[in-house]
Nanobody
Framework: QVQLVESGGGLVQAGGSLRLSCAASGRTLSNFIMGWFRQAPGKEREFVAA????????SYVDSVKGRFTISRDNAKNTVWLQMNSLKHEDTAVYYC?????????????????????WGQGTQVTVSS
């Protein structure tokens, strides 16, 4: 089992920044593709970003490209999501997730169904 705990959410004004953290325990994250998803009220959970096992490849949903950055440090068993130039529409509960499926190098799923472990979520609210 892998336990994931997100932190760093909060209330920020539009144009501001937040950095979300995801700390893992139970197993090392080095064998997992890591992703961030978000869910706004009344909306389905959507993919935000993912990072490959070694941290050399990343993937982002179009709406956050150029504003968000996903990173990881396997030695610290931690994944981050740096969120800059935040917009009101970024308001959501953000979830960290781990995908343990063996995949080709550079291949990262954007589907919630492919992620095996999830954190409890952290609320991000962007005021307009």
């Amino acid at each position: 089992q892998v336990q994931l705990v997100e932190s760093g959410g909060g209330l920020v004004q539009a144009g501001g920044s937040l950095r979300l953290s995801c700390a893992a325990s139970g197993r090392t994250l080095s064998n997992f593709i890591m992703g961030w998803f978000r869910q706004a009220p009344g909306k389905e959970r959507e993919f935000v970003a993912a990072i490959s096992r070694g941290g050399y490849s990343t993937s982002y949903v179009d709406s956050v490209k150029g504003r968000f950055t996903i990173s990881r440090d396997n030695a610290k068993n931690t994944v981050w999501l740096q969120m800059n130039s935040l917009k009101h529409e970024d308001t959501a509960v953000y979830y960290c997730a781990a995908d343990g499926t063996v995949r080709r190098v550079g291949v990262m799923s954007r589907s919630t169904r492919d992620y095996d472990y999830w954190g409890q979520g952290t609320q991000v609210t962007v005021s307009s």
